[in-house]
């Protein structure tokens, strides 16, 4: 590890700084892209002519095509924010995914659909990382949780308004709605300047930078790599699991009316808005991100035992508030990722900081692969009981294993 230069961020730099702003709603965007298929999922296979037998077993088909994109653009584009700039990465993909958003509400067929998915999944794949480095970088260290909790609190809200959206006005048009938002996010970009931690490290020649097989040529550094991804993985347990599948969880359940996969979905991002307010906030005042997020992983081991095991023959209203209350337990998605942007030096901060959350969105198409393989010969409660129980187990050990980097000084590189 070696110090760039003794220059820190502004201690006075604003919170509300066009960075912080544009990542903000950047985030928003792509969490509104980024569920929009899980709210989606049901009426729009539907009017693609799938039979309701195989509505399960399509929708995880382009699910996992959306994730299996967010694997490699997670790798493309944080090569491309240490190489290129972190600015380059969070505009470029706001780009990509409207666009294919745009396009995904023009299909006519499966396989339009899975591919658009896929190109889809590339896109958003860049932006909460890029942004989540801006921010980390041009925030003093008194600040930066701060900054990472308003882009995640503000983000994650973009749900509600997929749901609304999806609701109101139909898939195709909530598509289309999408894509437009991250046009119009766009034209932001001429008030946002890049990371000054970015330029001198690429003034300098002698650093490499955005180098991702880095990661994997050091034992010490690879172990913490690992652990950066395993402690993240149960959100999208909740999230890719138990609520895009609760109409299927309501029904074996025996929950008193049909479960809608769009309601779950706005229940459980309401719970994640308080959840990373709070997540964020309580980072910086108990002054460790460690010890949040292992509070924060034993809650939702309690909450997805309450979904499993608690709701048979409930009503309706109680499984949203169960959704919520998940939501509110698995709301570490910024500190998670303030997490791993603060381990590594600058000159793979955005590769980290890019591809980490990525993978945790991509092990959604191991954990449904292996869930569909775990509901045959136990049911879909037994199925998700198991696997929850492995990756909250891993989760605990990841994140206990791991250096605390709360007030960590980030003007370094590898």
Known sequence: MQLISSEKPARHASLLSAAVVVAALGYFVDIYDLVLFSIVRVPSLKALGIADAAILDQGVLLLNMQ????????????VLGDKRGRLTVLFGSILLYSLANIANGFVQELRQYAALRLIAGIGLAGELGAGITLVSEVLPKEKRGYGTMIVATVGVSGAMLAYWVGEQFGWRTAYFIGGGLG???????????????????????????????????????????????LMGIPLWFVVGILITFAPEFGRELGISGEVSAGKGVFWCYFGLVFGDFLTGWLSQRWRSRNRVMLVFLGLSAVLIAVYLFALRGSTLSTVYAVCFALGLGSGYWAVFVTIAAEQFGTNVRAT?????????????VPMTLAF?????????????????AIVLLVAVWAVATLPESYGKELDYYE
Not at 67 to 78: E, Q
Not at 372 to 388: D, H, S
Request: aromatic share 8%; with cysteine; charged share 15%.
């Open 372 to 388: 569909q393989a775990l509901k045959g010969p136990l049911t879909l409660v037994g199925a998700a009981a198991i696997l929850g």
């Open 67 to 78: 994730m299996a994109g967010m694997l490699v653009g997670g790798i493309l584009w944080g």
């Open 183 to 229: 046009l119009a996010l766009l034209i932001l970009r001429v008030s946002v300047f890049e990371s000054g931690m970015f330029e001198k490290a690429a003034a300098a020649a002698h650093i490499r930078r955005g180098d991702f097989l880095s990661l994997f040529s050091n034992p010490e550094r690879l172990q913490k790599y690992l652990k950066c991804i």
């Open 352 to 364: 980290v900081a890019t591809t980490v959350p990525n993978f945790v969105r991509g092990s959604v």
